[in-house]
Every structure is written in structure tokens, then in C-alpha cells.
């Protein structure tokens, strides 16, 4: 199904919004971030899982787009 | 100079310039400068995109700074991938469909007033330059370190080679350079990648040896060493994330491709490339360089800084782990990409020129002959320009001009982009409005900033006390060009109705 013109853009800000947060007031980062998981710290994870959500998302933002070719005609 | 430097800097250049004389022979037209005459695969233009995207500044810059402020250099990687997701989503398929050379034509074609591309040139001119400045910034500074040339001598070298592509060769040589970079440098990332896993023993060994390695390295793994503030945090990540998908130098490659579909594809190449090298920098090379050579005295000066700067990192790296050899082609590697970026960009400078701004002050009366000249000359003027202005801002900091001109794309070709595709009551009046309202207040805002009033004028204080305007342009262009669309008439009925 293809995503309305709002929702990409939408989803986008409020996946961005939590690493905003912590990189602007870096106490609201939650304790259990900061571990290690598999001798490598939880914030590295997090912030490469952030990368791969926005590139699956744009893997289906693509497909989609594709499979309705012209139907977001303004 | 390194031996296998020179010579590699000598294929690079003769293949670059092979490239450019067999272009040549194909670009005699318009369609060919400019779009390559729209015979660019998706596959094709993907590889070009994510050679676009992967400047030497993504690449040798992201170590660097993850050297400095650790995690938290994901917003500059995150955010712009978020902006490619959404152009995708509503950009990417309007912009193919109304646009032929280039972003003047997609407005034009939806508001019918010549006006707009006048307004699309300028916005295109100011943000391809300040990202060709930068570019030729990290290129003077990484030539002069990697061949032993003079900062000076490096950015005119960089600017008579870029002309030639250009003038002589157009968007056709510029991707085909784009394309065969782009696949040398994923492979050359992959390379690094497994031999820093291999010299560690793992991941968990790279991390462990990372955070033993100084104290320092220790807070690199939190959040918040880059000190934004929730204010300049969000309007960082709203600039890179808009300004990603309103890079003219970018959007104009979907003019290279021959239909919307192809123009999708590629997009979804460029992300698959650009994430795995991404991830790959990210997880393994930021790390291993910091373990391995930020705090090795074998690559320090007597200061204790690394050898060239941080961004020197990476290729410190290549050669302390593949030897000469893959030091030659880290760097050979580094220069083409340099070389293919700002081509990418003097072409939107050109084009932006010769077929928005010269083409519609002479009221359409231009030949293809005479609007070719043009787009040659305003080659080497812009090649000249860039030069002088590298000279003149060597000293400022590559991250904060790379900001800028994504914050003012975000301001200005964004909105009208966005606002003239999907939003039936845009007038001209009210477009020309707010993308000048966008280009005054973003640009405005960065010179009040701490990084232009204090840094580069010398005052003590900043008058706006951030140095990033996005969270503050990007809303006040949109809602100048609505405010005035609503109380101006829209374009002729006639010329509407053509």
C-alpha cells in the first residue's frame, strides 16, 4: 500500500525525535543505553538500528512508490 | 610526496581525463551537457548518487569528528538519510515528471512564470557554491598533506581539472566519474573494514582496545559531546534532513535518467550503497581509527595532534594496516572523489546560469550555440570564484560550511519545491516571497551566528546564539510564501491553461 505524502515525512520526525533528544539534553538518555551488549555499547547499536530503520524505511518507501507509480500525482 | 601517492595521483588524473575525451565526443548538445541526454540507467545513477553523496568530506570527515565528539556524529549521517527517505517519498517522481534540466523548470512548469526560475537560479548559485567552497576547502587541505602541494597550488589544480570536465565533457563525464569512484570506494571501505577486524580479532576486541585506548575515548560512546542544546540539536538535524533532498547538485542527477521509475530505482540504489559503506565507517573504521591511530605517537606531531589533522584518519589507517599500496589508492581514492564532487557542483552552478538566469533576462532568446558558450564560461567563472573564496575561507571549519548550505537548501529550494508541487495556491508572487524570505533569513541568521560574528568577524559576542537557523528559516519560508500566495493572484488564466 502506498504511504500518504504526510506520512513519510512524519514517521521521518518522529524517529528522529528520541537521538534529538539525547544529543541535545543528553540526561534524557536512559541508563540502560549506555551498557555494553556483546562487548559493544548500547548506544552504538542504538544508533546504527536508527540507520538501518531509515534505510528499510526508505527501502519501502521505494517500493511502494514504484508499485503505484503515478498515483502521487499532485 | 609518497612514491605510490604520485604515481597514483597521475592514473587518476588520466583516467578522469580518458573519461572526459570520450564524453566529449558525446556531449555536443544541450540534453548531453546538461542531462547526459537523459541515457543514465537507475543502477547507473544510483552509483552516481551515492558517489555524490560519499564526498572525501563524508568519508575522511566522519572519522575525523568521530575522533572529536564520538557517537553523536550520528546526526550527521542519520539525518541526511531521513531526507533522502522522504525526497523519495514526495520529490523524487514530481521532479522527474516536471523538470528537464533544471529545478527552474519543475517550478516554472507549475506556477507558468518565467519569474521562478530567476529565483531557482540564484537559490541554486548560493547553495552549490558554499558546498563547492567546502569541497574545495577539504581538497586544498587533503592535496596539499597527501601530495605535498601548496594549499593554493592544490584548489587551482582541483579547479582547472574540474573545468575541463565540465566545459568539455558536461554531466556525462561528471557521472561516469561519479559512477567508477563511487564503486572504488565502496570497495576500498570494505577492504579497510575487514582488515581492522582482522588486525583486532572482532568487534568486541575493536571496542574494547577503542575504549582503552585514552581516557578521552571513554565519553565517546555517550551522547551529548557535541554540546548542541535541544534548540540547535533540531534545527542541525532539520537543516541536514531537508537540505539533503534540495541539494541542486543532487536532484538534478534525476534529470540524467529517462523515466520517474528509474529516477526511484536509483534513489533506493544510492541508500543501499550509501548505508552499507555508512554502517561500515560507523561501526568499525570511526573506532578502529581512534584505537589505532588518533593515540599512536607514530602518527602525532610533537603536539600530540594527529599527522594532517583528524581528517587524516582514515587513510593514517589504510596504510597502517594495508601498507603503502593501499595508502596510494585510499588517497588516489580521496582525490578522484573530490574531483567528481565538484564537478557535480560546477554543473549546477552552470546550468543554473546559462538556462535559468542568462537564458530568461534574454527572454528565451538565446540559441543552443550561444546558451552553450554560457554554460562554458559560467564553468570557469565558477571554477575561478571557488578558487578565491577556498582561498579566502581555508581557515573556517568544513562541518559549519557544509551546515550552511544544507540549512539554506532547506530554507529556500526546499519549500518552493514542495510548495509548488503539492499545494494548488502557490502564486509566483508568493513564491518569489518566500524563497527570498528563506535565503535572507537563513543566510542572515548564519552571519549573526557565533560561528560567523565571533569566529570569522572577531566580535565578542554573537547577536543569534546559535549556528544553526533552520528550526527558525525553514517555518518562516513557508509561511511567508502561504501568507503572501493568499493575498496575490495566481498566474494568468491563459498561461495557466497552456
Request: net charge neutral; proline share 4%; glycine share 10%.
Amino acid at each position: 500500500m502506498k504511504p500518504s505524502i504526510l506520512t513519510i515525512p512524519i514517521i521521518c520526525l518522529l524517529l528522529m525525535t528520541p537521538l534529538v533528544f539525547f544529543q541535545g539534553i543528553p540526561s534524557t538518555t536512559p541508563e540502560w543505553l549506555t551498557r555494553e551488549f556483546g562487548g559493544v555499547p548500547g548506544t552504538v547499536w542504538a544508533t546504527t538500528a536508527w540507520f538501518v530503520a531509515m534505510v528499510l524505511l526508505t527501502w519501502y518507501v521505494g517500493k511502494a512508490n514504484t508499485d503505484h507509480l503515478g498515483e502521487e500525482n499532485p | 610526496m609518497i612514491q605510490s601517492s604520485i604515481v597514483y595521483f597521475f592514473i587518476t588524473i588520466a583516467i578522469t581525463l580518458g573519461i572526459t575525451y570520450w564524453a566529449a565526443r558525446r556531449s555536443s548538445s544541450k540534453e548531453a551537457l546538461y542531462t547526459a541526454s537523459s541515457g543514465i540507467s537507475g543502477n547507473q545513477n544510483g552509483l552516481a548518487i551515492a558517489g555524490d553523496y560519499m564526498s572525501a568530506g563524508t568519508i575522511l570527515g566522519i572519522v575525523g569528528l568521530y575522533f572529536l565528539v564520538g557517537t553523536d556524529v550520528s546526526l550527521y549521517f542519520i539525518s541526511p538519510m531521513a531526507g533522502l527517505c522522504i525526497g523519495l517519498a514526495i520529490i523524487v517522481g514530481p521532479l522527474r515528471r516536471f523538470g528537464r534540466f533544471t529545478l527552474g523548470d519543475v517550478v516554472e512548469s507549475r506556477l507558468k512564470d518565467r519569474r521562478m526560475r530567476v529565483v531557482l537560479g540564484i537559490c541554486a548559485i548560493v547553495i552549490s557554491l558554499i558546498y563547492l567552497v567546502a569541497q574545495m576547502v577539504g581538497a586544498g587541505g587533503l592535496i596539499s598533506i597527501v601530495f605535498g602541494l601548496s594549499f593554493n597550488m592544490s584548489v587551482v589544480v582541483v579547479g582547472i581539472l574540474m573545468t575541463i570536465y565540465v566545459a568539455y565533457g558536461g554531466m556525462l563525464a561528471a557521472t561516469w566519474v561519479q559512477i567508477i569512484k563511487a564503486v572504488f570506494l565502496v570497495g576500498s571501505v570494505i577492504v579497510l573494514s575487514v582488515l581492522c577486524l582482522q588486525h583486532t580479532g572482532g568487534l568486541s576486541e575493536l571496542y574494547a582496545m577503542t575504549t582503552e585506548a585514552t581516557a578521552q575515548t571513554r565519553s565517546l560512546f555517550n551522547y551529548g559531546n557535541l554540546n548542541l542544546g535541544l534548540y540547535s540539536a533540531a534545527s542541525l538535524t532539520l537543516g541536514l534532513m531537508l537540505g539533503m533532498m534540495a541539494m541542486p547538485h543532487l536532484l538534478i542527477r534525476f534529470f540524467t535518467v529517462p523515466d520517474e521509475a528509474a529516477a526511484r530505482r536509483s534513489l533506493v540504489v544510492a541508500v543501499t550503497l550509501i548505508s552499507l559503506t555508512m554502517c561500515l565507517v560507523f561501526l568499525i573504521i570511526s573506532p578502529a581509527g581512534v584505537s589505532m591511530i588518533a593515540n599512536n605517537p607514530d602518527y602525532q606531531d610533537a603536539n600530540g595532534v594527529v599527522l594532517g589533522g583528524s581528517n587524516m584518519i582514515t587513510l593514517h589507517l589504510a596504510r597502517a594496516l594495508g601498507g603503502e599500496l593501499f595508502f596510494g589508492i585510499m588517497s588516489a581514492i580521496a582525490f578522484s572523489t573530490i574531483l567528481a564532487v565538484v564537478s557535480g557542483l560546477t554543473i549546477s552552478i552552470s546550468s543554473a546560469s546559462a538556462h535559468d538566469l542568462v537564458k530568461t533576462l534574454s527572454r528565451g532568446e538565446l540559441s543552443e550555440k550561444t546558451e552553450l558558450r554560457v554554460f562554458r564560461t559560467a564553468a570557469a567563472l565558477t571554477s575561478a570564484a571557488a578558487i578565491g573564496l577556498s582561498i579566502l575561507f581555508q581557515h573556517e571549519n568544513l562541518t559549519f560550511l557544509i551546515v550552511m548550505g544544507s540549512s539554506v537548501a532547506a530554507s529556500t529550494t526546499f519549500p518552493l519545491l514542495a510548495m509548488a508541487i503539492y499545494w494548488r495556491g502557490l502564486t509566483p508572487t508568493g513564491a518569489i516571497v518566500g524563497g527570498m524570505v528563506g535565503l535572507i533569513s537563513s543566510v542572515g541568521l548564519i552571519i549573526l551566528s557565533p560561528a560567523f560574528w565571533v569566529k570569522v568577524v572577531g566580535f565578542d559576542e554573537a547577536v543569534f546564539p546559535s549556528d544553526y537557523p533552520a528550526l527558525i528559516s525553514v517555518p518562516l519560508a513557508f509561511i511567508s510564501a502561504w501568507m503572501v500566495s493568499r493575498v496575490t493572484s495566481p498566474a494568468p488564466a491563459e498561461l495557466a491553461a497552456s
